[in-house]
Each structure stands twice: as C-alpha cells, then as structure tokens.
C-alpha cells in the first residue's frame, strides 16, 4: 500500500499570476501530492481599523481580454468589499483590485472595467516592445470615461524573453500618453517578479505594455582645456562731467575685470586726442574687478576725445565767462563832493546875508 501525503501550501502574494499547479511524484514507496494554493493577502484595515460592509448590492463587472469577474462595491462611495484579481484566459495580463480600494469616474462609480490589446499600438522611439499593448478602459453608463484607482491597482503582464535585445538595461511596465509617450510605472513594494513577468501599480486607464530599455552608451568625457592665462575685460567708460570751463578738472574712470583663470597684471593708458596723458598698472585676481579712474585737467577751450584700452569718449571745455570791470569805488567819491558841494553853498549863502 502506498503512503500519500499531502502538502497544502497557501502563498501570500499581490497578484495571482497563474493557476494552482500539482506536482505528483512516485518513488516506488510513497506517492507525494503538492498541491500550491495561492490567494491574496488581507488588505490593512483602513483608517486605523475601519471595516467595510456590503452595501446594497451594487457591483462591477472587471473584464480582462473576455475573461470577466463581478466585483461588489459600496454604492455611497465606490470602495471595492473584497479582493478580486482577474486574469486573461492565457493568464498573460492580470488586474488585481484589493479590498478597501476606492474606484472612480469624477463623482460617478463605473459600471466597467476593461482591459483590451490595442488595435493600434503608440509607437516605442529608442525602447523595445516586448508585450503586447494593452487598453485599460472604464465605462459609466456605457460611455468610456477616465478613471482612478485609490490605492493604484496592481497590474502584471507576461512578454517574451525572446524580444528583450541583448544590451538590455531594465525591463518594465510603463502606460503612455500622447503629451510624454511612455513613463515607467512603480512597481509593489516587496514583489520580484518573475522571469517574463513585469508588475506595476495603476492610477488612471490609459495603455500598458512592459517595454525594454537599452543600456546608454558609454560616454567618454573630452579632456578639460587648461586653464586660461589671466584675460582682461574693459566697460563702463565714464566721463564727469562731459561739459567743463579751462582750469576745472574731469574724472574719467573705467571698469576692469579678470576673466581668466590666472591672476595676472594689466597696463591701461588714458589717451585725450591719441596722446597718452596717463598710464597706471593693476594687478587683479582670477574672476576679480576694479574701477580705475584718471584725472585731467583741460587749459584750452574745445571739444576732447577720450580713450582707453578701445573704449572711446569726449568731453566739451568752455571759455569762462568775463566778469564786469567794477565802478563801485567812484559812489562814495560823488557822495563826498556833492556834501562838500552842498557845505559851500551853504556857507556862500550865510556869507552874503552878513553883508
């Protein structure tokens, strides 16, 4: 008589990703059956412990490539009563939901969910396809509209190790869009996935495909140029003031600035009409500026060009005005002769009354 035994091992996993497979072996003494059940793990309670009842029976209909699951939900809010994990009929695309994730078209809940290989898959610049392309699409009262799973929900599909190119970097879900093409998707925390199996988490219906990213090309960076000897930059000419009298002094300053890599010595000259009146050596720092400034004074009156190191100016010098010739010393000479004036007349005239 042979011995059986039965092993029932329950597996804990995000996605059910195959059916239940048994495994028989026949030593000649004892047969052995191993039976693998796999079922989803217990969702965290929401809200530190808050439970969800059925409501009153509303439900949706979670269909993948024909193969379709009947999911209750609660009809004041749209938050999915149990866990439900549906899968193609060649088990190469999955959609799993948990209990407790919110689903939601706006304010509405679909009556839909679809998931559809696309008729016409969005092209793949610089990456690999190696999946078929797929549409996940919901509906409320029959019309396709945009929908969000709160937590995302978790998505695996199967491709071909055959297509994935030799210099291969990743491979992953992505979705894309018409904006961006296509973006990676996260992946479950804590799920490997196997080989020719990629999983991610979903937000929104758009479509999904697992594609192959190559490796970037060695990039080889072209030696750094030496540095530099010290470079001198000249601006801001300034001339004030630009309008003077002969005998008054102009200020004539400029900005100087070391754009090279090397500290080094300059020496810039003051030209007025091409003759250098002025010449004065700085010493600056990589990257350090100064403002020079010259003094000139003008004897003769005329329009001066100004120059220094290419930056070109001028400036006008007037002849001062005269000033009057002063007359105020003959006012009190008038006064006194016309009192001495009046004291004879006066004098005349006590003069002939005496007489």
């Known amino acids: ?12 996993l995000v996605l059910i990703l195959g059916v239940c497979p048994v495994v ?8 052995v059956e191993l039976k693998v059940e796999v079922v989803p793990p217990p969702s965290p309670p929401r809200g530190g412990g808050e439970s ?6 509303c439900n949706l209909t979670i269909d993948v490539v024909d193969e379709t699951t009947l999911a209750d939900y609660n009809c004041e809010d749209g938050i999915i009563l149990d866990t439900y994990y549906t899968s193609d ?10 209990i407790g994730t919110r689903v939601a078209c706006g304010d509405n809940v679909p009556e839909r969910l ?3 290989l696309a008729d016409q898959p969005p092209p793949a610049l610089g990456v690999t396809l190696v999946s078929p392309v797929y549409n996940l699409t919901a509906y409320f009262n029959g019309v396709p509209e945009p929908v969000t799973f709160e937590p995302p929900a978790g998505l695996a599909i199967n491709f071909d190790m055959g297509k994935v190119p030799e210099n291969t970097a990743s491979v992953y879900v992505a979705y894309y869009d018409e904006e961006h093409g296509w973006t990676r998707l996260d992946a479950p925390g804590g799920l490997i996935a196997e080989a020719g199996m990629a999983v991610a988490l979903v937000g929104h219906f758009t479509p999904f495909a697992v594609l192959a990213v190559p490796r970037a090309p060695l990039l080889v960076s072209p030696p750094l140029p030496p540095p530099s000897l010290a470079r001198f930059e000249l601006r801001d000419l300034d001339i004030n003031p630009n309008n003077v009298f002969s005998g008054e002094t102009v200020s004539i300053s400029v900005r100087a600035t070391n754009i090279g890599d090397l500290g080094g010595q300059y020496s810039l000259s003051l030209k007025i009409d091409g003759l250098i009146e002025n010449s004065k050596v700085i010493v600056l720092a990589a990257g350090q ?5 010259f003094i000139f004074t003008p004897e003769k009156p005329g329009s001066y060009r100004v120059e220094i190191g ?24 008038i006064i006194g002769l016309l009192l001495a004036l009046w004291a004879f007349l006066i004098l005349r005239k006590k003069r002939e009354q005496a007489a």
């Open 310 to 333: 290419g930056l070109e100016g001028s400036f006008l010098v007037k002849v001062p005005p005269v000033e009057p010739v002063g007359y105020w010393w003959l006012i009190p000479l």
């Open 24 to 31: 028989q072996a026949d030593d000649g003494n004892a047969e």
């Open 114 to 116: 679809e998931v559809r």
């Open 89 to 98: 009929a060649g088990n190469n695309v999955t959609l799993g939901l948990d």
């Open 52 to 57: 969800f009842t059925r409501g009153t029976g």
């Open 289 to 293: 500026g100064q403002e020079i400034i």
């Open 1 to 12: 008589m042979k011995l059986i035994k039965v092993l029932t091992i329950t597996l804990s």
